[in-house]
């Protein structure tokens, strides 16, 4: 398996949360931990923006996509606004997450609950060549839902 070294730098007040990390060997995505220092409650329908309570440095040619954790979708609805969110290699800022409780209950987030997941993928530039028609498929132009019926 490819692997590649991030830099990881956690913000003043977070050494107790765990950095990223796979809970499984097969496991794509890095799991990421609630920055708040006390209980927060997301009501149904609102959205809450939660640091991870670090800052990264990816190297040139790679991107994060942040992505909701299914467990806390399933089980309480817990999602998130831009999923995927994606964090670009000249980024250095806080990461933060914008979640929403899709839920029809209130959800408490305590400090450490692990939020969201992480997947460092490479990233491919696109070059735009115009031309005056595009090569035929046998799709063509149908939209949405049209090879279902």
């Known amino acids: 398996m490819e692997g590649v070294v991030i830099q990881v730098k956690q913000k003043k007040g ?6 990223p990390a796979y809970m499984s060997s097969g496991a794509a995505g890095m799991d990421l931990y609630a920055d708040v220092r006390d209980a927060v409650t997301i009501e ?5 923006l939660i640091s991870a309570g670090i800052y990264i440095s990816i ?4 991107e994060a996509q942040i992505r909701p954790r299914s467990g806390l979708a399933l089980k309480h609805g817990i999602g998130m606004v831009n999923s995927p ?3 670009d290699a000249d ?5 933060n997450l914008i979640l929403i409780n899709f839920g029809q209950q209130p ?3 305590r400090r450490g609950a692990r939020i969201a997941q992480m997947v460092v ?3 491919i530039r696109a070059e735009w060549q ?3 028609e595009l090569d035929p498929t046998a799709r063509a132009d149908g939209g949405f839902g049209h090879t279902g019926v």
């Open 14 to 19: 977070c050494e107790d949360l765990p950095l």
């Open 44 to 48: 149904p329908g609102q959205i809450t």
């Open 59 to 62: 190297p040139a040619g790679y």
């Open 85 to 87: 969110g994606t964090i």
């Open 91 to 95: 980024y250095r800022g806080l990461i």
């Open 107 to 109: 959800y408490v987030l």
């Open 121 to 123: 993928n490479r990233v």
């Open 130 to 132: 115009a031309v005056e």
